[in-house]
Nanobody, 121 residues
Framework: VQLQASGGGLVQPGGSLRLSCAVS????????IGWFRQAPGKTREGISC????????TYADSVKGRFAISRDNAKNTVYLQMNKLNSEDTAVYFC???????????????WGRGTQVTVSS
């Protein structure tokens, strides 16, 4: 099983980015995929999740209304559309898999290498 996040970069405040999580070795219908981020000196936090069985989505309050998670089962890829970015969104972003969406980082596994998102003017 492998999850690989990509799509990060440098963006100005107010800008947008779309992250991708390419999944291999498991089926998106059977697993929840969560997006997490970790800023320097801070713990990894969950920001969004999409359930495997029904595609139900959840968001942390800090990103609700600005970020949108989606998936393409044919491509086995989960996306995170990030809009209205601000400096507090600067972090390394990771995706992980779990049996169901939870708020606990420890419930997720198969972490791949993250992708850096930097919001700066």
């Amino acid at each position: 099983v492998q999850l690989q996040a990509s799509g990060g970069g440098l963006v100005q405040p107010g800008g947008s980015l779309r992250l991708s999580c390419a999944v291999s070795g498991l089926t998106l219908n059977d697993y929840a995929i969560g997006w997490f981020r970790q800023a320097p000196g801070k713990t990894r936090e969950g920001i969004s999740c999409i359930s495997g069985s029904d595609g139900y989505t959840t968001y942390a309050d800090s990103v609700k209304g600005r970020f949108a998670i989606s998936r393409d089962n044919a491509k086995n890829t989960v996306y995170l559309q990030m809009n209205k970015l601000n400096s507090e969104d600067t972090a390394v972003y990771f995706c992980g898999a779990a049996t169901i969406c939870t708020t606990s980082t420890s419930d997720f596994g198969f972490w791949g290498r993250g992708t850096q998102v930097t919001v700066s003017s």
